[in-house]
T-cell receptor, first 113, second 115 residues
Framework: KAGVTQTPRYLIKTRGQQVTLSCSPISGHRSVSWYQQTPGQGLQFLFE???????NKGNFPGRFSGRQFSNSRSEMNVSTLELGDSALYLC????????????FGSGTRLTVV | AQKITQTQPGMFVQEKEAVTLDCTYDTSDPSYGLFWYKQPSSGEMIFLIYQGSYDQQNATEGRYSLNFQKARKSANLVISASQLGDSAMYFCAMSPMDSSYKLIFGSGTRLLVRP
């Protein structure tokens, strides 16, 4: 079966712009979570959605937002980009709360210049 | 606070030998899950193995085994018969079985397998 698909794979944006990243989960998975990975901070939880509802949000500024659609696909948006937002953004899907079954996508590598 | 600690930033192992990657965790929750993921240079996080906090036996998945010592709060990954393709970053992670719905990751260990 198809895995978790993240688009685009690479993105270059300018400071002040906004960006939208997309994540298509494995068919049947209703939970989608997002993580930011940077060399300095490591892997940090951004937020998690289940059936279009955000169930938890990490410690990130309000510039980071997300949503989930009725088909479980999810998008995350970062507004007013800063240089420090340059990172690998990973999406993971699972049937419910994850537990055994977190499956990650290949990530979107965002570079802010 | 819930935390995962990986104290080995980098490790070398000779091909075909076994290697142990260390992971300790801190939580006051009685129920939690422990994971190991592999991240090659391509960036994708690949699930390797899972251990539930109430599981009596250590988890095994092919060449991967998890040495779970609950009293010491450690969950070390053992890779047997290392292969060149095992060279990657390895992350230990914990999932609290509460309402947080997230994984907490350690800082990772970079493993290099020498031919």
């Amino acid at each position: 079966k198809a895995g978790v698909t993240q688009t685009p794979r690479y993105l270059i944006k300018t400071r002040g712009q906004q960006v939208t990243l997309s994540c298509s989960p494995i068919s049947g998975h209703r939970s989608v979570s997002w993580y930011q990975q940077t060399p300095g901070q490591g892997l940090q939880f951004l937020f998690e959605y289940f059936s279009e509802t955000q169930r938890n949000k990490g410690n990130f500024p309000g510039r980071f937002s997300g949503r989930q659609f009725s088909n479980s696909r999810s998008e995350m948006n970062v507004s007013t980009l800063e240089l420090g937002d340059s990172a690998l953004y990973l999406c993971a899907s699972s049937v419910d709360r994850g537990g055994y079954g977190y499956t990650f996508g290949s990530g979107t590598r965002l570079t802010v210049v | 606070a819930q935390k995962i600690t990986q104290t080995q930033p980098g490790m070398f192992v000779q091909e075909k030998e076994a290697v142990t990657l260390d992971c300790t965790y801190d939580t006051s929750d009685p129920s939690y899950g422990l994971f190991w993921y592999k991240q090659p240079s391509s960036g994708e996080m690949i699930f390797l193995i899972y251990q539930g906090s109430y599981d009596q036996q250590n988890a095994t998945e092919g060449r991967y085994s998890l040495n779970f010592q609950k009293a010491r709060k450690s969950a070390n990954l053992v890779i047997s018969a290392s292969q060149l393709g095992d060279s990657a970053m390895y992350f230990c992670a914990m999932s609290p079985m509460d309402s947080s719905y997230k994984l907490i990751f350690g800082s990772g260990t970079r493993l290099l397998v020498r031919p």
